[in-house]
């Protein structure tokens, strides 16, 4: 399976602000996604990142709150904008390699909104 | 709407014992089926996935599916301490996409 990392690996961040959180694959890879885990919660998908082009995004979630890049095939962002308290949660990107049905999760990004 | 059911427990078994771990689905089209563990405070950890009806075995860890019935289960053989984490049951439709639907987990307490 990839290596995944993310940046940052926990944040705590003030109302109102923006963060960008980063993933990385040590490989290329067919597809990211973007997923939620909400306090106590299970995960949610938020949107899958196509690279060269917009991302697609799940019922719920918007661009304006949740852009993301994916430059190209090791790499994206999601940019969690204008937060309140109610996005205290775990951010974490998944990839699917391939000729696999399998996803695989990176180590996640913890964050706190005040 | 598309779901995955689980029990959330927790759901308390003695070391060495079985400890049995459900989930039903509501997409009768669903091709793929992935059990994840996921300990407190860490990310979400592949330890199998099915897509034929029956059984696959991979070391302590049984799955079973029953299409059917829009069953899958993980049966951990064995049970030790260490297994005590969060079990997420996770579907992939039988749309083209590689959505993955995700339970709400079942926690596992193994008593030493």
């Known amino acids: 399976s990839a290596v995944i990392s993310q940046k940052p690996s926990r944040d705590i961040c003030q109302r109102g602000t923006s963060l960008t959180i980063q993933c990385q694959v040590d490989s290329q890879v067919t597809m990211m996604f973007w997923y939620r885990q909400q306090p106590g919660q299970s995960l949610t998908l938020i949107a899958t990142a196509n690279q060269g082009s917009e991302a697609t995004y799940e019922s719920g979630f918007v661009i304006d709150k949740f852009p993301i890049s994916r430059p190209n095939l090791t790499f994206s962002t999601l940019t969690v904008s204008n937060m309140s308290p109610e996005d205290s949660s775990i951010y974490l990107c998944?990839?699917?390699?391939?000729?696999?049905?399998?996803?695989?999760f990176g180590p996640g990004t913890r964050l706190l909104v005040l | 709407q598309k779901e995955v059911e689980q029990n959330s427990g927790p759901l308390s078994v003695p070391e060495g014992a079985i400890a049995s771990l459900n989930c039903t689905y509501s997409d009768r089209g669903s091709q793929s089926f992935f059990w994840y563990r996921q300990y407190s405070g860490k990310s979400p950890e592949l330890i199998m996935f099915i897509y034929s009806n029956g059984d696959k075995e991979d070391g302590r860890f049984t799955a079973q599916l029953n299409k059917a019935s829009q069953y899958v289960s993980l049966l951990i053989r064995d049970s030790q301490p260490s297994d005590s984490a969060t079990y997420l049951c996770a579907v992939k439709g039988g749309d083209s996409s590689y959505k993955l639907i995700f339970g709400s987990g079942t926690r596992l307490l193994v008593r030493p």
């Open positions: 998944s990839v699917l390699t391939g000729g696999q049905e399998t996803q695989y």
